[in-house]
């Protein structure tokens, strides 16, 4: 079985920078649709940005846009998200998903249901 391993996580200050890597155990390059998702403590895991390695595509929620980038490496199975002009409502912990193989039709709507396969989480805090 495939696992996913998120880092690059920590604390920084508001209009930081970090960068998250999400490396795959193996071959993953038949999921073509890879997010990136964030839960903070009493809420619901929500979608942060999915990229879709058959389309191009990318997409992203709307707190984010702008500030953002998601980016996949295929041939090193590893997934990255990009995180600029951090804020303090960015911390929570972040966590990399994929699809299943050849999946990829829920990948513009961040559809969060639609991922079965996950990683740990890596934390994020920014401070104001």
């Known amino acids: 079985q495939v696992q996913l391993v998120e880092s690059g996580g920590g604390s920084v200050q508001a209009g930081g920078s970090l960068r998250l890597s999400c490396a795959a155990s193996?071959?993953?390059?038949?999921?073509?649709?890879m997010g990136w998702f964030i839960r903070v403590p009493g809420k619901e895991r929500e979608a942060v940005a999915t990229?879709?390695?058959?389309?191009?595509?990318?997409y992203y929620a709307d707190s984010v846009k702008g500030r953002f980038t998601i980016d996949r490496d295929t041939l090193q199975n590893t997934l990255y998200l990009h995180m600029g002009s951090l804020k303090p409502e960015d911390s929570g912990m972040y966590y990399c998903?994929?699809?299943?193989?050849?999946?990829?039709?829920?990948?513009?709507?961040?559809?969060?249901?639609?991922?079965?396969?996950w990683g740990q989480g890596t934390q994020v805090t920014v401070s104001s």
């Open positions: 998903a994929a699809m299943p193989a050849h999946s990829g039709a829920g990948c513009s709507r961040l559809a969060l249901a639609d991922f079965n396969l």
């Open positions: 193996g071959y993953i390059g038949n999921r073509k649709c």
């Open positions: 990229a879709n390695s058959g389309t191009g595509g990318t």
